[in-house]
């Protein structure tokens, strides 16, 4: 295989915006996570739905994660 046949690989998420991507996910991330506590604190046992639950956990983990992904990219640890 001829190397002038390779086409360059070029990242859908440039370096410049890796800090940016990753405060955004991760100040988002915390949103949700503070409200899904403070859903489980202040409802009943009677009021309390699972679903609802579920979701806000979910959405947090998924931002978190995101924005984790974001972090280690920007300081340096490609994974």
């Known amino acids: 295989m001829e190397a002038a046949k ?3 690989y070029y990242a859908p998420v440039s370096e410049a915006s890796f800090p940016g ?3 955004f996910f991760l100040v988002l991330g915390l949103l949700f996570m503070a409200y ?5 604190v202040t409802s009943s046992k009677k009021d309390r739905n699972v679903v609802k639950e579920f979701l806000l956990a979910v959405t947090a983990a998924g931002f978190l994660g995101f924005g984790t992904v974001f972090m280690m990219l920007w300081v ?4």
């Open 6 to 8: 390779f086409v360059p």
């Open 36 to 40: 899904f506590l403070v859903v489980e």
């Open 76 to 79: 340096g640890i490609y994974i």
């Open 21 to 23: 991507c990753a405060g």
